[in-house]
């Protein structure tokens, strides 16, 4: 009998794993144009799974990605102008060239992310967590431009 249940469980836990959840927050219409065209502007995605996803050059801007999973994703050249990206997972993620200009990412996990000259002048970055972030050439929310990360050639 205990066998069976360890068996049970073990075929609900390894079945669930597999299949993608969605979650009630997300708006379907917006998941499909964004897998369509990678054109959203102002769509709500908050809480989506785009985990690894190519969003090279999509426009984002004003996007609703709150608490969204980008992990590993590459966002390069994205337009993320006024996105919402607050308590979203951007570790690893590709941010190269984004304009992330005035866009609100408080709270947002960007460990080991590259933003490479990256646009993020007005951003909100309070309690962001940047642990291991190259910033290199980034502009900066006060309109600096960052060296963290460059090479010292650069």
Do not use: H
């Amino acid at each position: 009998m205990k066998r069976k249940i360890w068996v049970i469980l073990l075929l609900v836990v390894g079945t669930s794993a597999c299949v993608e959840l969605t979650t009630p927050e997300t708006d379907p219409e917006s998941q499909a144009k964004l897998e369509k065209a990678q054109n959203c502007p102002t769509c709500d995605l908050s809480n989506i799974n785009l985990s690894g996803a190519n969003l090279k050059d999509a426009n984002l801007s004003g996007a609703n990605l709150n608490n969204a999973n980008l992990s590993e994703a590459n966002l390069e050249g994205a337009n993320l102008k006024d996105a919402n990206l607050s308590s979203a997972n951007l570790s690893g993620t590709n941010l190269n060239n984004a304009n992330l200009t005035k866009a609100n990412l408080s709270n947002a996990t960007l460990i080991g992310a590259q933003l490479i000259n990256a646009k993020l002048k007005g951003a909100s970055l309070n309690t962001a967590n940047l642990y291991l972030v190259n910033l290199c050439g980034a502009t900066m929310p006060n309109g600096a431009k960052s060296v963290r990360g460059c090479s010292e050639s650069f």
